[in-house]
């Protein structure tokens, strides 16, 4: 049966799309990328840059949200969003960056399950479990920062070991954005 929900269609063409960058990145640039993701976990920009992004959002969603008895704390949302970016960015600088990017992986994990939810086709079990997969990496990169450091040099150890999975990433993004267009089809 066809999908007639837009939604996952153009949700696996656009994780196929990523999938096929960062492919295309592992293959082409392996020592710049190593070098960058070595660095990442103590780079002070990444860090504050999607600590705000996360802290918006959740904002964002608090502040759309029905909050019933709270629902007085609404007006204040700005400000305790800024207050909190500035409580974490203070408070939390040591590893920001992957702590942020693993709250921003939890963060994308729901509207990308909400949206496949009552799809009918066997396509929205691939974006679950890359759903599942962001939310256990999410948690791990949150509550243990410094394994972002240990999956780059066990992942990256080797020139083969990037190009294998730059080659990995190729194929798993063409297949994720051929079956979005046929869905869309």
Aim: charged share 10%; proline share 6%; with cysteine.
């Amino acid at each position: 049966m066809q999908d007639p929900n837009p939604f996952l269609g153009s949700l696996l063409i656009g994780l196929g799309a990523l999938g096929l960058l960062a492919g295309i990145v592992l293959l082409r640039f392996p020592a710049a990328l190593r070098k960058g993701l070595e660095a990442f976990p103590r780079s002070k920009i990444p860090g504050w840059l999607l600590t705000a992004i996360g802290v918006f959002w959740v904002s964002w969603v608090i502040r759309h949200a029905a909050l019933g008895p709270f629902d007085v704390v609404k007006p204040l949302i700005p400000v305790l969003a800024l207050v909190a970016y500035a409580a974490i960015v203070w408070f939390l600088d040591e590893l920001l960056a992957p702590r942020a990017l693993g709250g921003l992986l939890l963060l994308l994990a729901n509207p990308m399950l909400n949206g496949v939810r009552w799809t009918d086709s066997a396509w929205r079990f691939a974006v679950v479990l890359i759903a599942y997969a962001w939310v256990i990496a999410g948690c791990v990169l949150m509550l243990h920062p410094w394994a972002f450091r240990r999956m780059v040099e066990k992942f990256m150890a080797s020139p083969g070991a990037v190009r294998a999975a730059g080659w990995g990433k190729l194929l798993a993004g063409a297949v994720l954005a051929a079956a979005g267009l046929w869905l869309l089809r």
